[in-house]
Every structure is written in structure tokens, then in C-alpha cells.
T-cell receptor, first 114, second 109 residues
Framework: EAGVAQSPRYKIIEKRQSVAFWCNPISGHATLYWYQQILGQGPKLLIQ????????DSQLPKDRFSAERLKGVDSTLKIQPAKLEDSAVYLCASSLIQENTEAFFGQGTRLTVV | QKEVEQNSGPLSVPEGAIASLNCTYS??????FFWYRQYSGKSPELIMS????GDKEDGRFTAQLNKASQYVSLLIRDSQPSDSATYLCAVRGNNDMRFGAGTRLTVKP
């Protein structure tokens, strides 16, 4: 079974530039999460989708971050414009819709803003 | 604001000892609880899940859940140097999954 796919693995951009990350979840997983993990901290939930609907985006900085999952499968997270403090690993995870199921993570995208 | 708190560590134990990791959560509606292990530079990987009060054992790992106290713990018996990693507590409920800050464990040979 294929795992969660993310791209790119690494990205270096200058502040005020834009960047996009892509995630393809495990087949059949209706729930998709985007997390931001700053070095030395735990993953912070940015946005959660169920199919193509947003369930929770309370911690997404909406003035600069956006995300979509148009067909209920793959998803894109965008940052525009990027700030230095956005430097982090962006993790995508997916799970079945039932609550007593775990989330599986992709390899993440390491973003460096200079 | 839903919170998941972990003892920040770092925690250092000698090889062969028991490592004890603790986690508390604020949302009483939480239903599912997970422990993930994260090696440096890698993504989190699941090591234990627990859904009902009590203990759940899997090899050298035991997860304990007390919903009344909103507390979940992980015991690692016979700790090995390969267990050195950051352990993340995750809580799922009411349509989200949130993580604690993690506890960094070092097992010294």
C-alpha cells in the first residue's frame, strides 16, 4: 500500500515570495491534515479536511496561508507572502474518517525562508 | 483552546531501564489517544494507540489511559539505545488530532 506522498522534500525561498506544497493521501483516507512543525516543537495543526470540506482551520494564518482539496483526494498548501518565521517542516497526514484510527504521515517538506 | 501537554524532558535513562512518558489533555470529548515516535529529521510514526481506560501492552511498550484524570502515559521497558527519539502524544476527538510538544528520550548504553 502506498503511503502519504508529499512534494517537494525541500524548499528554500526568500521572504515575501510564495510557495506551494502538495500532498497525496493514502487511498481511501477521507481525512487529511496539514501540520507545521517548527524545530524542537510538536506538530501544530494548520488545517483538517474531511473529503473536500474544511473541518478545522482555526490555527491557519489565513492572511498568508491557504489550502485546498478540490476533489477530496490530493491537497495543496500555499504560503503567500512567506515570512522568516514560516521556516519549518510541513507535514501532511491522512486517516480514515473513524475517530479510533491513527494518522499516517508523509515525509514532510522542509521550508527555509531566508 | 484544546491543549495537549507533555513533560518536556529531556529524559535520560540507562539501557535496560524503564522510561516513563506522560501526557495530559484538556478536551474531555477526546476519544482516541496515540503515541508517536519521531527520530531526528524524520516524520512521526505510530507506536501505540489506546481508546479505553486501562493498560494496553505491545511488546516492550505499555500505554495507560485514565479519562477521568485526562491522562495518558507510555512506559518503555528494557529501554534500548534505538529507542532514543522524541515521543509525541496525540489526542483525537471532535474532528481533530492534536499533538503535544514531545518528550525527547535518550537511552544511554
Amino acid at each position: 500500500e502506498a503511503g502519504v506522498a508529499q512534494s517537494p522534500r525541500y524548499k528554500i525561498i526568500e521572504k515575501r515570495q510564495s510557495v506551494a506544497f502538495w500532498c497525496n493521501p493514502i487511498s481511501g483516507h477521507a481525512t487529511l491534515y496539514w501540520y507545521q512543525q517548527i524545530l524542537g516543537q510538536g506538530p501544530k495543526l494548520l488545517i483538517q479536511f474531511q473529503n473536500n470540506g474544511v473541518v478545522d482551520d482555526s490555527q491557519l494564518p489565513k492572511d498568508r496561508f491557504s489550502a485546498e482539496r478540490l476533489k477530496g483526494v490530493d491537497s495543496t498548501l500555499k504560503i503567500q507572502p512567506a515570512k522568516l518565521e514560516d521556516s519549518a517542516v510541513y507535514l501532511c497526514a491522512s486517516s480514515l474518517i473513524q475517530e479510533n484510527t491513527e494518522a499516517f504521515f508523509g515525509q514532510g517538506t522542509r521550508l527555509t525562508v531566508v | 483552546q484544546k491543549e495537549v501537554e507533555q513533560n518536556s524532558g529531556p529524559l535520560s535513562v540507562p539501557e535496560g531501564a524503564i522510561a516513563s512518558l506522560n501526557c495530559t489533555y484538556s478536551d474531555r470529548g477526546s476519544q482516541s489517544f496515540f503515541w508517536y515516535r519521531q527520530y531526528s529529521g524524520k516524520s512521526p510514526e505510530l507506536i501505540m494507540s489506546i481508546y479505553s481506560n486501562g493498560d494496553k501492552e505491545d511488546g516492550r511498550f505499555t500505554a495507560q489511559l485514565n479519562k477521568a484524570s485526562q491522562y495518558v502515559s507510555l512506559l518503555i521497558r528494557d529501554s534500548q539505545p534505538s529507542d532514543s527519539a522524541t515521543y509525541l502524544c496525540a489526542v483525537r476527538g471532535n474532528n481533530d488530532m492534536r499533538f503535544g510538544a514531545g518528550t525527547r528520550l535518550t537511552v544511554k548504553p
